[in-house]
């Protein structure tokens, strides 16, 4: 939700008057450092999906939440089969997932994007 009232804020400045730049700038800069002090507090913590029901639900979850706030859709493809992981490693992946995503919201254009997974197989 702060990256969506970030950009929205983005968005207001290209609109806005003199007189409310510094304001605009401000409020811009506090959602970008507390957006940034969330994202290190939830960076300690595993997710309860993750935790719960594993790797691909969580990273299902993700998806549809971001197609939710974003209207990306985000075309899905994990092999089957995945190898069995750490739960830092499940843990990191979920996180590049989030980040990835969330980078996606804010710099992108795209209408679709694609997460894919890799069996050992495929790489290289």
């Known amino acids: 939700m702060m990256t969506v009232v970030l950009l929205g804020l983005q968005q207001a400045g290209h609109r806005r008057t003199p007189d409310l730049a510094a304001d605009l700038q401000s409020l811009q800069d506090s959602t970008r450092t507390s957006l940034d002090e969330v994202r290190r507090i939830a960076g300690r913590l595993r997710p309860g999906m993750l935790e719960n029901?594993?790797?691909?639900?969580?990273?299902?979850?993700?998806?549809?939440?971001?197609?939710?706030?974003?209207?990306?859709?985000?075309?899905?493809?994990?092999?089957?089969?995945?190898?069995?992981?750490?739960?830092?490693?499940?843990?990191?992946?979920?996180?590049?997932?989030?980040?990835?995503?969330?980078?996606?919201?804010?710099?992108?254009?795209?209408?679709?994007?694609?997460?894919?997974?890799?069996?050992?197989?495929?790489?290289?």
């Not at 996180?95 to 209408?111: F, G």
């Open 53 to 124: 029901l594993g790797l691909v639900s969580s990273l299902n979850a993700l998806a549809t939440e971001f197609t939710s706030h974003t209207e990306v859709r985000v075309r899905r493809g994990f092999a089957p089969g995945l190898p069995q992981m750490s739960r830092e490693t499940e843990l990191v992946i979920h996180r590049v997932t989030q980040e990835a995503l969330t980078n996606i919201a804010r710099h992108a254009r795209a209408s679709t994007v694609r997460a894919d997974s890799f069996s050992p197989g495929q790489c290289g």
